[in-house]
């Protein structure tokens, strides 16, 4: 059917290893394999690629133009800051939904901006990491 990719930027490789509090204790490796199966169970595909660094990020945005039928991408701290991710986004025309875990607006005044959401088809925040579910719960159906 169609094929997902799952986008993860700084720090989230540290998922289920600190701040358990603010990010649960669940890793990067254990929503990557619940997405993949969500999505298996619909006949789609899903990669799944980390970076703690903003140019793979744009990289990998320009790269799913042709292979993905949508985005499912937590930016991290990128969120509030990159002018440059969000003109990569503006630049190809595969949908991006923004997740996040934390509800960034009950947290610092500097997490309540995001550079991204405007661009994006949509921004899931605060459910924890079910919001990954909800996230590719909108490709498949
Ligand atoms: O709530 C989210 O998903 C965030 O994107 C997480 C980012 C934060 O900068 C955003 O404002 C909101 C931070 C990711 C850091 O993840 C960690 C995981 C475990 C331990 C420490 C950090």
């Given at each position: 059917?169609?094929?997902?990719l ?45 970076s ?12 799913a ?77």
């Amino acid at each position: 059917m169609g094929n997902v990719l799952l986008l993860n930027g700084p720090n989230l490789n540290r998922l289920g290893k600190r701040e358990p509090d603010i990010y649960g204790d669940t890793t990067l490796e254990d929503i990557e394999q619940r997405v993949r199966q969500q999505l298996a169970a619909s006949s789609w595909g899903m990669d799944s690629k980390q970076s703690n660094h903003e140019g793979d990020l744009i990289d990998w945005i320009h790269q799913a133009e042709d292979s993905y039928d949508g985005i499912i991408f937590n930016p991290g701290a990128y969120t509030h800051t990159s002018i440059a991710i969000r003109d990569a986004i503006s630049s190809v025309t595969v949908p991006v939904i923004e997740v996040h875990i934390s509800n960034v607006h009950q947290r610092e005044s500097f997490r309540h901006v995001s550079m991204l959401a405007p661009v994006c088809a949509g921004q899931i925040v605060g459910l924890g990491v079910k919001g990954y579910e909800l996230a590719a719960s909108y490709f498949i159906s």
